[in-house]
Each structure stands twice: as structure tokens, then as C-alpha cells.
């Protein structure tokens, strides 16, 4: 009896863990919310073609909107032009400086705000969305 409970309990551990730590996942999860992660993509080393782009991913809302400004080679601005965030306190951090570390950093993954995990990681990945543009 010991051992099926034992047997019952690790599977019960290990099919959370499969669940919830999928390496292989293009999304992060905060409770029923499903947000976009980001890449990574470190933009001093793309070979950017100047002009206005717009990119999209899912935050702690679906659509948040990004558009990212090329001059002369370098990403010299990032701007949110529409989302669908809620909750103001959480949401204004990330909207007013995840753009300009971006800017200011070169790199698409900046540091989140901490109590803002998801609008943070949907900026960067709508950011990441626009320089893909540049190339299809």
C-alpha cells in the first residue's frame, strides 16, 4: 500500500512539473493569462533597414502594439500604440520604460518589472515581432 502511494504521488508531482515547466513553450503563463516570451534578439548586430514597423504579441492582454522607429541603421525609438493591459498600476511601469531600455540597452530582452512579468515580456516580444518585418 506504502509503495502505491508512493508510485501515485510521484507521478502526480511529475505530471505538474510536465505541465507547467515546458521548456519547449513559446508562452509564459500567469495564472489563466497566457503571455508572449521573448527571444532575445540582441539588435546592435542585425543589419537594420531604416523606416516604421509594427509589431504585435499577447501581454497580460492579447494585442499590445508596438511601433519601432530604424534611422540610419539603429532602433531609435520604441513606442506602445495600442494595448489591451487592465489594471493601470500594473501596467503603466512596463509601457513608460521597457521601450527605452530597449532603445537604450540594444536588446530586445530587457529586465521585467517586477509585478509586471507579463506586459514586460509582451512588449519585448511585439518589439521582436517589428524586427522580423525587417526581413520577410
Known amino acids: 500500500m506504502?509503495?502505491?502511494i508512493s508510485i501515485l504521488l510521484f507521478i502526480t508531482v511529475l505530471s505538474s512539473f510536465v505541465i507547467t515547466a515546458n521548456p519547449?513553450?513559446?508562452?509564459?503563463?500567469?495564472s489563466s493569462i497566457?503571455?508572449?516570451?521573448?527571444?532575445?534578439m540582441i539588435i546592435s548586430q542585425l543589419d537594420l533597414k531604416d523606416g516604421t514597423y509594427q509589431g504585435v504579441a499577447n501581454?497580460?492582454?492579447t494585442g499590445l502594439t508596438v511601433e519601432i522607429t530604424i534611422e540610419k541603421g539603429v532602433l531609435?525609438?520604441?513606442e506602445i500604440i495600442s494595448h489591451n493591459e487592465v489594471g493601470s498600476r500594473f501596467?503603466?511601469?512596463?509601457i513608460k520604460y521597457?521601450?527605452?531600455f530597449i532603445v537604450d540597452e540594444k536588446k530586445s530582452e530587457v529586465d521585467a518589472?517586477?509585478?509586471a512579468t507579463a506586459t514586460s515580456k509582451g512588449i519585448m516580444s511585439a518589439v521582436e515581432d517589428a524586427l522580423k518585418k525587417l526581413y520577410s
Open 113 to 115: 518589472v517586477s509585478g
Open 2 to 4: 506504502k509503495k502505491m
Open 24 to 30: 519547449f513553450s513559446k508562452s509564459g503563463r500567469h
Open 59 to 61: 501581454g497580460f492582454g
Open 91 to 94: 501596467y503603466s511601469t512596463p
Open 34 to 40: 497566457q503571455y508572449s516570451i521573448p527571444e532575445g
Open 98 to 100: 521597457i521601450p527605452s
Open 76 to 78: 531609435t525609438s520604441v
